[in-house]
């Protein structure tokens, strides 16, 4: 009996002196999910050898990764997501390997606008008289370094998920930009410019079936705008810049008509059309 506990304490002890004295884990300064587009390392304590190895998610052997034999290892979202990593190490030629971790990616779907409250959507024109007001609000999960821009210059303080219009001189062209919470140095845009005119409707009198005879193109514009008129009938235009300040005043006949914009400065324009019995307002974007 006592042969058999000499033994048994024997080979104990002999197992726990063959046990290395270091205990490798794997780290990060971020996290173990990446952000679209986000490269950062993992790394492991400090010690004399290392040797990093990778295995995919649905795998099941492990496998060397030339050339990585140092305490730190670069990793890239799309290329090193849903990969299990783990590293060898050696101290005091005592060879341990870490425990393995995944990792992974947050996967976010495209920027939603939407829009409220009392408008007309014309000839893709927010129109919107004085009095009413237009609403937008971008869906979740953008919560987050969020910025309205009106005519390409952001707007002081507005940083919210939502913006309301109302006024005349708040006709434009718009647009934002915002990151979820999760990843808030992903900064992305719906892709899409919001323009919108606010004017006294009052004084105008909106004829849709005049408006849908009226096309404008190229629209952005750079050098020639053409207006292509269906209607029987002829038509003054007038060009407003963002100040109100007029700079153009044509008539327009039916057919094609063709204006220089190529002299005039970068932004919106507001094109405003008359006739004997109805008036309505386009924006021009030059490019």
Aim: aromatic share 14%; with cysteine.
């Amino acid at each position: 009996m006592r042969l058999t506990s000499f033994f048994l304490g024997f080979f104990y002890f002999s197992f726990i002196s063959a046990q290395c004295d270091h205990s490798p884990t794997i780290e990060t300064e971020g996290n173990f999910i990446l952000c679209p587009s986000e490269v950062t390392q993992i790394f492991t304590q400090e010690y004399d050898l290392y040797q990093w190895y990778k295995k995919s998610f649905s795998g099941t052997n492990w496998e060397i990764i030339p050339g990585e034999t140092s305490q730190f290892l670069d990793i890239s979202q799309g290329i090193d997501d849903l990969y299990y990593f783990n590293v060898a190490t050696t101290l005091n030629g005592c060879s341990e390997t870490s425990p393995e971790v995944l990792i992974d990616s947050w996967v976010f779907s495209p920027m939603v606008v939407e829009s409220s409250g009392n408008y007309i959507f014309v000839d893709d024109l927010f129109n919107v008289c004085l009095g009413d007001s237009i609403t937008f609000t971008i869906g979740m999960p953008y919560n987050t370094n969020i910025q309205w821009y009106k005519d390409g210059i952001p707007i002081p303080g507005e940083n919210g998920p939502s913006i309301t219009l109302t006024d005349i001189e708040e006709s434009g062209v718009y647009f934002v930009e915002g990151a979820p919470a999760e990843c808030p140095e992903y900064i992305v845009n719906p892709g899409v410019e919001l323009p919108i005119l606010i004017n006294d409707c009052n004084l105008n009198i909106i004829d849709n079936s005049l408006i849908s005879k009226i096309t404008l193109y190229p629209n952005p514009v750079h050098d020639k705008l053409i207006i292509k008129n269906k209607a029987d009938k002829r038509l003054t235009i007038e060009f407003y810049n963002m100040n109100g300040k007029k700079i153009l005043k044509e008539m327009v006949n039916s057919g094609i008509s063709e204006f220089d914009f190529s002299k005039l400065a970068k932004g919106n324009y507001f094109a405003k059309f008359n006739t004997m019995d109805a008036k309505f307002t386009k924006i021009v974007i030059k490019n």
